[in-house]
């Protein structure tokens, strides 16, 4: 049962930029914790970004500097801003919700809360 709406996924040429956007319920968007994985051909889910309540986030190394992870706590969205974008970032993109250990962790099986994923290829 998918709770969490993830949009703005898409094709980009190596440089480029995207967001993506993930609407969820107000009782799963202050649960505690939101963040987005990706998972790429033939590769295990990897968390990406991760953002708690108060508004600390973290950042998957190879990321840092590049992405930036907000929420807008009016219309209860999560963003994931992806700037100068690299052939290893395509993958699909999950956003996920859980309780506060879940962004301590930063482990998939912590999260209870799934979106269906988006798409995001980048090509040179």
């Known amino acids: 049962q998918v709770q969490l709406l993830e949009s703005g996924g898409g094709s980009v040429q190596t440089g480029g930029t995207l967001r993506l956007s993930c609407l969820a319920p107000?009782?799963?968007?202050?649960?505690?914790?939101m963040a987005w994985f990706r998972q790429a051909p033939e590769k295990e889910r990897e968390v990406v970004a991760r953002?708690?309540?108060?508004?600390?986030?973290t950042y998957e190394e190879s990321v840092k500097g590049r992405f930036a992870i907000s929420k807008d706590d009016a219309k209860n969205t999560m963003y994931l801003q992806m700037n100068g974008l690299k052939s290893e970032d395509t993958g699909i993109y999950y956003c996920?919700?859980?309780?506060?250990?879940?962004?301590?962790?930063?482990?998939?099986?912590?999260?209870?809360?799934w979106g269906q994923g988006t798409q995001v290829t980048v090509s040179s």
């Open positions: 107000g009782y799963i968007y202050s649960g505690g914790c």
């Open positions: 996920a919700a859980g309780k506060f250990t879940a962004c301590y962790s930063g482990w998939g099986p912590d999260f209870s809360y």
């Open positions: 953002i708690f309540n108060g508004g600390s986030t």
